[in-house]
């Protein structure tokens, strides 16, 4: 297999595992947030990522990132480690799964347009008519997912927030991994989203001596592996291909969300919450397909020559 093949499909498997570990993550953040307060519960995932990075970090002794890429990780922990995770957890509190689900898959479309703008990311036709049918898949999942109730502004503002802070992350980090390793920038963006979230640490010390047992293991689950594990593979993926591609891929969160809903809530979705779940998979497979290129011409073949055009005189 020659090697940029064997990159593209060691990129793909990186943001797969993301993409599976990021749904669980819809699950855990219902079941521990009855316990933990938006701030609390990210403090708490982010130390537990923070310290699982770190081991990893002093086995494989990765010192500290270059200069060069600290002004990403910072902007990228700022951004998308802390005031993501505040904002997504207090929305989820706010508005039902179908609406938070919805608001922050606009997040895609923003990271191509900031990918496009700040990284000079192509936008190739493909590309965008995967996102066109993802996005529909992800409506039709947010509705199909609202049960009929009305939501809370102040939650469908803050989804909107997350997915700002979610794609502007993402464009800040794209560029420190051209300078540092997957798991050096995810590391380093973990700590400075830790340090942003330090102003919850009492109401963490607080909750976490009265949370039942299944809502601190949430907590812990959440920072090991849609954290440490998933925010590793994430940038090892990024860093092979671009911001556009890779949120296009996260599409599929929504129907991943609906199968482990599924098989671990015992919530059977309906007939229009199944088809939105495979248009987001559908988006996901245009996005990252490529044009077939045109067969090589046989050896021997004379070159087509191009037409004479007459000269204006």
């Known amino acids: 297999m020659n090697t940029p093949r064997r990159t593209e499909l060691l990129a793909a498997g990186a943001a797969t595992v993301t993409v599976v570990l990021w749904a669980s993550a819809f699950v855990s953040i219902r079941s521990a947030g009855s316990a933990y307060s938006p701030g609390a519960l990210a403090l708490g995932r982010l130390l537990a990522g923070a310290l699982t990075l770190g081991v990893i970090c002093l086995v494989r002794r990765e010192g500290w990132p270059p200069?060069?890429?600290?002004?990403?990780?910072?902007?990228?922990?700022?951004?998308?480690?802390?005031?993501?995770?505040?904002?997504?957890?207090?929305?989820?509190?706010?508005?039902?799964?179908?609406?938070?689900?919805?608001?922050?898959?606009?997040?895609?479309?923003?990271?191509?347009?900031?990918g496009a703008r700040f990284l000079g990311d192509r936008l190739p036709p493909r590309?965008?008519?995967?996102?066109?049918?993802?996005?529909?898949?992800?409506?039709?999942?947010?509705?199909?997912?609202?049960?009929?109730?009305?939501?809370?502004?102040?939650?469908?503002?803050?989804?909107?927030?997350?997915?700002?802070?979610?794609?502007?992350?993402?464009?800040?980090?794209?560029?420190?991994?051209?300078?540092?390793?997957?798991?050096?920038?995810?590391?380093?963006?973990?700590?400075?989203?830790?340090?942003?979230?330090?102003?919850?640490?009492?109401?963490?010390?607080?909750?976490?001596?009265?949370?039942?047992?299944?809502?601190?293991?949430?907590?812990?689950?959440?920072?090991?592996?849609?954290?440490?594990?998933?925010?590793?593979?994430?940038?090892?993926a990024l860093a092979r291909t671009t911001a556009g591609r890779m949120g296009a891929t996260t599409y599929a969160v929504p129907a991943l969300v609906v199968l482990m809903s599924w098989l671990a809530l015992g919530e059977v979705p309906g007939p229009l919450t199944l088809a939105g779940g495979a248009l987001c998979l559908a988006g996901v497979a245009v996005s990252r397909s490529r044009p077939r290129t045109r067969a090589a011409a046989p050896e021997g073949t004379p070159e087509p020559r191009p037409e004479r055009t007459s000269r204006s005189v």
């Open 127 to 236: 590309l965008l008519a995967g996102m066109a049918v993802s996005f529909a898949g992800a409506v039709t999942v947010g509705l199909s997912m609202s049960g009929g109730g009305g939501s809370s502004l102040l939650g469908v503002v803050l989804c909107l927030l997350a997915a700002v802070g979610y794609a502007g992350g993402v464009v800040a980090q794209k560029p420190a991994l051209g300078r540092a390793s997957a798991l050096q920038v995810t590391t380093f963006g973990c700590l400075v989203g830790a340090v942003v979230c330090l102003p919850f640490a009492g109401q963490l010390v607080h909750q976490v001596a009265d949370a039942p047992a299944p809502a601190t293991l949430n907590m812990v689950y959440l920072g090991v592996f849609p954290t440490a594990l998933a925010f590793t593979t994430w940038a090892y």
């Open 67 to 114: 200069r060069a890429a600290w002004r990403g990780i910072a902007v990228s922990g700022v951004l998308w480690f802390g005031f993501y995770m505040v904002a997504l957890n207090w929305g989820e509190q706010e508005v039902d799964a179908g609406t938070a689900a919805l608001v922050v898959n606009i997040g895609p479309l923003l990271i191509a347009l900031l």
